[in-house]
């Protein structure tokens, strides 16, 4: 059998990690081999990305993949690491804040989507918008987890919903 890509995001982890794993590991195995500092913390909960629950510590990699290894190629699995089940996401637009509890997995792209469609935006309109956290000029990218982006421990994110650059001429 050959070795799974993954991909892992989360707390303690600066960029995107990408692992190769052996369909039989463990997902804690995984963290012990890219070095992750609370592996061994019972405290850290493993996330499979935009998946609301976390999955135990000692799943098998194989397990997570939705067919079998031998009936084809597998996109890379993405995994999140955290501490917090929820993250509180506030998005603003016009003015108006919107708030809803995302998993820690779930990636900036279905929260734009989810933002778009609770303030009322036309696709048309959604497809100019971006999020951009509140205070700065950061736009993260859309396959970034939420999860990353939570600051001291406090399991909450504020965004605002701005209208990407548009070029005419």
Known sequence: MKPLELFIQGHGITD????????????????????????????????VEDFPTPIGREVV???????????????????????????????RYNGQPMERHFPPGATIERIRRWSCRSFGLTPRDAAEHVLQIQGTNVRPDLDVHVGTLTKD????????LVPCKRVEG
């Not at 692992?19 to 996330?47: N, R, W, Y």
């Not at 993949?65 to 031998?70: A, C, Q, W």
């Open 16 to 47: 995107i990690a990408v692992v190769a794993a052996e369909p039989g590991e463990t997902v804690i195995q995984i963290l012990a081999k890219i070095g992750h500092q609370g592996h061994s913390d019972d405290q850290v909960l493993i996330f």
């Open 61 to 91: 990699i194989e397990e997570l993949l939705p067919i079998s290894i031998e009936d084809c190629d597998h996109p890379p699995l993405r995994l999140h690491v955290s501490r917090c089940h929820k993250v509180a996401v506030t998005v």
């Open 153 to 160: 421990g406090h399991c909450a994110v504020a965004f605002d």
